[in-house]
């Protein structure tokens, strides 16, 4: 697993440390199971209410919400910049009239490490970010491409194992191989 004290940069055993010093890469991302985090703590059935800890095995959130934000013309460039530390962000949205802003990264791993590492942290401007996990988009594009998606690892995943084939017809797999 992944060193949460070196996440918030504050490991103080070093090359003695039994945890990863590193970010995670799609190869952990691929290996790593639904009910854990990448430091290792159990993930649970639901979200929190107030949408902080470990997250939910029950949804791969890779989106994290933003909060304390004090928005200005460069606020999603210093969001790029800072979020970039821990693997470049799939997207960063800002709202300005809510002072805050979603950062969605392409792997679940990559949001929880920066998540940590981000919690508490101020930004250019001075602001101490709030980090929570964000609720699922209710934009029904959005929604369809999560599940197409989820489909896909999902046969990425059995194909890997042997449980159907490389060939698929219309998403359905054909059958064992």
Not at 14 to 22: E, Y
């Amino acid at each position: 697993h992944f060193c949460y004290h070196f996440a918030k940069g504050r490991c103080t055993h070093g090359s003695k440390c039994t945890f990863l010093h590193r970010i995670p890469t799609e190869t952990d991302a691929a290996r790593y199971d639904q009910s854990k985090d990448c430091f290792g703590r159990e993930r649970h059935a639901h979200q929190r209410d107030d949408m902080g800890g470990t997250g939910s095995f029950d949804s791969d959130c890779c989106t994290l919400y933003c909060g304390g934000l004090q928005v200005g013309k460069d606020t999603e460039a210093e969001l790029w910049k800072a979020f970039g530390e821990w693997d470049t962000p799939k997207q960063i949205s800002v709202v300005h009239r809510l002072n805050v802003a979603f950062v969605t990264y392409n792997n679940r791993l990559n949001a929880e490490f920066a998540k940590i590492a981000m919690a508490g942290q101020p930004l250019k401007g001075g602001e101490v970010l709030n980090l929570r996990w964000a609720y699922d988009d209710p934009n029904p594009t959005v929604r369809r491409q999560k599940m197409d998606d989820a489909r896909d690892k999902l046969l990425l995943a059995a194909e890997k194992r042997g449980l159907v084939s490389a060939a698929t017809a219309g998403g359905q797999p054909i059958g064992p191989v």
